[in-house]
């Protein structure tokens, strides 16, 4: 996902998708609980650093971001783990 807006409207629904509360994916991307609350509300007025942050933390429990096409739009999904 390229653009910052595609790239929040999707945080609410990885969180979901990896089991974490707001408190668990702040103490994981090392940001507060406010900054998930106003990147889930897709606010403006949150700094290009703090999504990263939280799109790495994401990530980093297995959340794919997916990039819209013509066909579908953005998406979340989970890495299948090893067999």
Do not use: C, W, Y
Not at 9 to 32: F, I
Not at 33 to 58: P, T, W, Y
């Amino acid at each position: 996902m390229d653009s910052t807006s595609e790239i929040m409207s999707a945080l609410r629904a990885a969180r979901a998708l990896a089991g974490l509360s707001q408190d668990e994916l702040a103490a994981l991307a090392g940001v507060s609980r406010q900054i998930i609350v106003r990147l889930e509300k897709g606010e403006s007025n949150v700094l290009v650093d703090a999504i990263e942050k939280v799109r790495d933390a994401l990530e980093g429990q297995g959340v794919v971001f997916i990039d819209g096409n013509a066909g579908h739009g953005p998406a979340v999904a989970m890495v299948r783990p090893d067999r």
